[in-house]
């Protein structure tokens, strides 16, 4: 099992940064694949981005290209999600999960809200 807390959410106005931390507990964290998903109101679950076990492999949805950055610290056992130039269209619960290298996501946080007014 791994449990997984994200924090940092918060409401900003557009165009200003905010940075989401994923702690994980339980297996050993360097084990899992990490990602970022997102959920807005009357929308389906979306990948937001990942990030290989050892942090050197990235991938990002095109609408956050250039704005987010996925990131981890295995011996801190976190996961980081920076946003900037943050948009409207960017609310949304967002969510952290784990992976099995090879598998796919099992272990899910219980989410942030992430506001963003124009």
């Known amino acids: 099992q791994v449990q997984l807390v994200e924090s940092g959410g918060g409401m900003v106005q557009a165009g200003a940064s905010l940075r989401l931390s994923c702690a994980a507990s339980?297996?050993?964290?360097?084990?899992?694949?990490m990602g970022w998903f997102r959920q807005a109101p009357g929308k389906e679950r979306e990948f937001v981005a990942r990030?290989?076990?050892?942090?050197?492999?990235?991938a990002y949805t095109d609408s956050v290209k250039g704005r987010f950055t996925i990131s981890r610290d295995n011996a801190k056992n976190t996961l980081y999600l920076q946003m900037n130039s943050l948009k409207p269209e960017d609310t949304a619960v967002y969510y952290c999960?784990?992976?099995?290298?090879?598998?796919?996501?099992?272990?899910w946080g219980q989410g942030a809200q992430v506001t963003v007014s124009s």
């Open positions: 999960a784990a992976a099995r290298i090879g598998g796919t996501y099992e272990y």
């Open positions: 339980g297996r050993t964290f360097s084990n899992y694949v």
């Open positions: 990030i290989s076990w050892s942090g050197v492999s990235t």
